[in-house]
């Protein structure tokens, strides 16, 4: 079942990379009492992530955090590594976006926004979306209906919602 508006959102550990190296954190603990932009892309430097829908998020962190979001993170199944390294070639580590790593597919999985890309050497991955939690809550959702596209899940279509 996909998650909708009004679930909160499954618990998770994902990944990051930190100066000590890869580094565990809860997505519970970055979403209590938060306002936050959560949105997943199916992989790291893959042409749309890496050259539209990061970006929109890069571009519009200061028109997001001035409309009350507290934090904005990005999910991707990826490697701590790479999600490290994604975070730096994007500028989204200079914008305050904390890229994690649900290097399993773990979290997109529990909320039914996982896809099968096998057929294209991806494997599990993560449907394009953005959401606005609340205190762990869905207040707005949007997914794509295409890995390929990234219009109703942008940063900028994220701010028309709030």
Known sequence: MTIAVGDKLPEAELFEMTAEGPGKVSLGSLTAGKTVAMFGVPGAYTPTCHLKHMPSFV???G???????DAILCVTVNDPFVVGEWAKATGAADAGIRVLGDSDAALVKAMGLDFDGSVVGLGARSQRFSALVRDGEIAILAVEDAPSKAEATTAEALLAAI
Not at 63 to 69: D, F, P, R
Request: avoid cysteine; charge should be positive.
């Open 63 to 69: 028109a997001l955090k001035a409309k009350g979001v």
């Open 59 to 61: 571009d519009q962190a």
